[in-house]
């Protein structure tokens, strides 16, 4: 991660400091959608029809939507609040057991986060096309959703849900984009940004069992514990992604 912050620095440096018109003051409002693909070193294998698959796996992987706000103090120098919310995608593990038959568990992983990241603003404020950059620390209260379904003989019927939340996650964001004016106040904007975040959640859950009523009972969870159920595991939430967005300035 903190190559590729070094890179996204590097080339944003050599545009900042070009021809520009005043931008000290300017207060605005965004709106992003955009979309994360896996990002560290993390994989998920199946094992299925004898064979195993290995594939790039993150629970930060999926759809975001972020609301922001921007205040420059200065023409090239700002600072800004970012509310993102991430739908993740479900990633499938396929697990076959062969004996004198067959049976395959799926469990279903996906994960959800909402994250408040203060950022730092480095903006070129071009008159038109205009690059800027953004480095912020990104606060997470992250979940990670596990629906288990079992096929073949003598299976138990049904899905079992579990849930891991509670806890809040630390990780760094890195972002490089350009905007293109469409009005005086209307900007569009499109990003490249890197998510840094690994969680660890503090609590199980499980919301639904296999017969739909005898549930395991909650747990608290933590980095030591007398049964292996009860330890925390590191959950990755990193990811890398093309956000496209719209904002409006309070200016003028």
């Known amino acids: ?37 896996p990002s560290g070193s993390e994989s998920i294998i199946s094992h299925q029809n004898g064979t195993y698959s290995e594939s790039p796996f993150s ?29 993740g995608r479900s990633f499938n593990l396929v697990t076959e057991y062969v004996n004198n038959f067959t049976q395959t568990s799926t469990s279903a992983y996906s994960g959800n986060l ?5 950022d730092l603003i480095l903006s070129a404020n071009a008159d038109k096309i205009n690059f800027y950059g953004r480095f912020g620390v990104v606060v997470g209260l992250p979940s990670v959703t596990v629906k288990t379904t079992w096929s ?30 469409i009005t005086d106040h209307l900007k ?21 069992a296999f017969d739909g009523a ?5 747990r608290t969870l933590s980095t030591s514990g007398g049964s292996q159920t009860d330890l925390t595991t590191p959950m990755t939430f990193g990811s890398i992604g093309l956000k496209i967005g719209i904002s409006y300035s309070l200016m003028h």
């Open 114 to 118: 909402f994250a408040v990241t203060p």
């Open 59 to 87: 629970f930060g992987t999926g759809s975001n939507i972020a609301l922001a706000g921007s205040y420059m103090l200065s023409d090239h120098l700002g600072v800004g609040l970012d509310l993102n919310e991430m739908i």
């Open 1 to 37: 991660m903190k190559c590729r912050i070094c890179t996204l620095i590097f080339l944003f440096s050599g545009i900042l400091f070009q021809n520009a018109k005043a931008q000290k003051g300017d207060m605005s409002i965004h709106l992003d959608l955009g979309y994360g693909f």
């Open 152 to 181: 073949g003989q003598f299976v138990q019927p049904g899905t079992n849900i579990d849930l891991y939340t509670g806890g809040v996650a630390i990780g760094v964001y890195a972002a490089f984009g350009v905007q293109y004016p």
């Open 214 to 218: 005898s549930k395991t009972a909650d």
């Open 188 to 208: 569009l904007s499109a990003e490249l940004f890197d998510r840094d975040l690994t969680y660890r959640p503090t609590t199980y859950k499980n919301t639904q």
